[in-house]
Antibody
Framework: QVQIVQSGAEVKKPGASVKVSCTAS????????MHWVRQAPGQRLEWMGW????????KYSQNFQGRVTITRDTSASTAYMELSSLRSEDTAVYYC?????????????????WGKGTTVTVSS | SSELTQDPAVSVALGQTVRITCQGD??????ASWYQQKPGQAPVLVIY???NRPSGIPDRFSGSSSGNTASLTITGARAEDEADYHC???????????FGGGTKLTVL
């Protein structure tokens, strides 16, 4: 079945970087895109960016521009999200989620399969 | 504004109908999609486009849109529908995805 497995929880100090992975199975990885969404405690879901798994093109949220890098390894059906210059406000659950590579007829990118989330804690 | 606004909390009696709304300027141009999230779990897509349900989503879930407001309606709410519901769309530039603040639905 289609599933996405994320890497385990991380604890980082302020100023460090974190790299989270999500490995897809049950579908052709390069036929889709992968998004990263985070949810800080008590906060709304926040979209961080996405990568076209076929050509590697990325787009990032303006809120994270310069701090986030999304990459993929098609041979491993895995996408990665690296967030740098961590601060306490980056403590959150980080999700990856699949979408088609192009907007659908209603102008949407639908996040139809999600990983279970990776908890990142930033603390000194 | 690129933001999507939702009521923080809504309640409904078991078996009754509830509507959850999402407001934002970008909804005049783009449809919203809706995600259900239960505690400790990842979100699940429940409604997208004009009024479409992914496979496996019960038909008591429906969607609609008018002007700058998108709505998710649950007809005949069940105990298992108690969850947070998040709307999502594109921002006014069309280049970014944005989520609403989420609505916590309590089924009484």
């Amino acid at each position: 079945q289609v599933q996405i497995v994320q890497s385990g929880a991380e604890v980082k100090k302020p100023g460090a970087s974190v790299k989270v992975s999500c490995t897809a199975s049950g579908y052709t990885f390069s036929n889709y895109a992968m998004h990263w969404v985070r949810q800080a405690p008590g906060q709304r879901l926040e979209w961080m960016g996405w990568i076209n798994a076929d050509n590697g093109n990325t787009k990032y949220s303006q809120n994270f521009q310069g701090r986030v890098t999304i990459t993929r390894d098609t041979s491993a059906s895995t996408a990665y999200m690296e967030l740098s210059s961590l601060r306490s406000e980056d403590t959150a659950v980080y999700y990856c989620a699949r979408s088609k590579r192009y907007y659908d007829s209603s102008g949407n990118l639908l996040l139809d399969v999600w990983g279970k989330g990776t908890t990142v804690t930033v603390s000194s | 504004s690129s933001e999507l606004t939702q009521d923080p909390a809504v309640s409904v009696a078991l078996g009754q109908t509830v509507r959850i709304t999402c407001q934002g300027d970008s909804l005049r141009s783009y449809y919203a999609s809706w995600y259900q999230q239960k505690p400790g779990q990842a979100p699940v897509l429940v409604i997208y486009g004009k009024n479409n349900r992914p496979s496996g989503i019960p038909d008591r879930f429906s969607g609609s849109s008018s002007g700058n407001t998108a709505s998710l309606t649950i007809t005949g709410a069940r105990a298992e529908d108690e969850a947070d519901y998040h709307c999502k769309s594109r921002d006014s530039s069309g280049n970014q995805l944005v989520f609403g603040g989420g609505t916590k639905l309590t089924v009484l």
